[in-house]
């Protein structure tokens, strides 16, 4: 295979066939393979002794610790700088290879996948993909920092900060996809680059959608008041209902039990609710004797209303 300038691109037709006996833990990782794989090339990938090099017992182990950032960065961006993790150049360029190395199988076995679909080269892939995203986790893992950084030095203040870093993520992500270490750069020269172009994209779409919606979404005016205006409108219509009965005397009521259900729910305007206490003294019964005949003055208002407007 000739060295290619950009990358492989390789597609197998269609989804990746199933072979029978695969079944578990194996099966649905299998399923997670994608069939459209991309890697950069490398010479010494026609080696046949590189995957012992890369993935053997043998081979140069790389400590990449787990990602440590603060758990929230304020806007104003004065938190102290992120943990970085240094690598040599010589682990960078391993890191690369083994990453591109791994794709760079996993398409060949796509293919032939695609041709002959057999358990024995399924479980292979399966090795394989897995060995792409551990050798994938850890470059992203060791260059975090560097979204951090750029985010800090860019200004863009219609931008929010964690939409920022997110941005920046998507960056580092295609910026390790598309990597050629074969080139001699550093991966932090051709990051930091990718990361600030995207910063740019994303405050010219800011720009764009400021341009035709000048006015911030709020939350509060989309809230819809529909509800509280339906039972504000039920309550005060029943109230009136309820003072045109008192007023007509349409339930047949006396002038005692009218006067009790006029104090104890205030329906007078100049008046709000008593107690039966205050209304017991306003008309001179005890608490017991008003209680009695407010429940009696309450079961005929009842039978007043549902034959005005639930009967015939």
Same mark, same amino acid.
């Given at each position: ?9 390789? $597609? !197998? ?8 006996? &695969?079944?578990? @833990?194996?099966?649905? *990782?299998? #399923? =997670? ?119 800090? $030095? !860019? ?8 939409? &920022?870093?997110? @941005?920046?993520?998507? *960056?580092? #992500? =295609? ?138």
């Amino acid at each position: 295979m000739t060295r290619l300038a950009e990358n492989v691109h390789a $597609r !197998a037709p269609g989804r990746l066939k199933v072979p029978r006996g &695969l079944t578990g @833990e194996a099966l649905e *990782a299998y #399923l =997670r393979i994608p069939t459209d794989i991309r890697f950069v090339w490398h010479p010494s990938f026609e080696n046949p002794a590189m995957s012992g090099r890369l993935f053997g017992p043998d081979a140069q182990q790389v400590h990449v610790p787990a990602w440590c950032c603060p758990p929230e960065i304020p806007e104003d961006r004065t938190a102290g700088p992120a943990r970085s993790i240094k690598l040599t150049g010589e682990q960078e360029v391993l890191l690369f290879l083994r990453y591109n190395y791994a794709r760079y199988r996993l398409q060949g076995l796509i293919a032939e996948q695609s041709r002959r679909c057999c358990v024995r080269r399924a479980e292979e892939m399966v090795l394989w993909h897995r060995r792409v995203l551990g050798s994938c986790g850890e470059l992203v893992r060791a260059n975090m920092a560097l979204v951090l950084a750029m985010a800090k $030095r !860019a200004s863009i203040p219609s931008v929010d900060f964690a939409e &920022l870093v997110s @941005e920046g993520n998507m *960056a580092l #992500l =295609r910026s390790i996809e598309k990597f050629d270490i074969s080139r001699g750069f550093k991966f932090s020269t051709y990051a930091c680059r990718a990361i600030l172009k995207a910063f740019q994209r994303l405050a010219t779409r800011h720009g764009r959608y400021r341009q035709r919606f000048g006015i911030e979404f709020d939350a509060d005016m989309q809230k819809s008041d529909l509800i509280d205006s339906r039972h504000s409108q039920q309550w005060d219509d029943s109230v009136q209902a309820l003072r045109q009965i008192l007023s007509r005397n349409l339930a047949a009521m006396t002038n005692v039990e009218r006067q009790i259900v006029t104090f104890r729910f205030g329906l007078t305007p100049d008046a709000g609710r008593m107690t039966l206490s205050e209304v017991g003294k306003r008309v001179g019964f005890s608490n017991e004797r008003v209680r009695q005949i407010l429940n009696g003055s309450l079961r005929k208002l009842r039978e007043s209303l549902h034959s005005r407007f639930f009967a015939g």
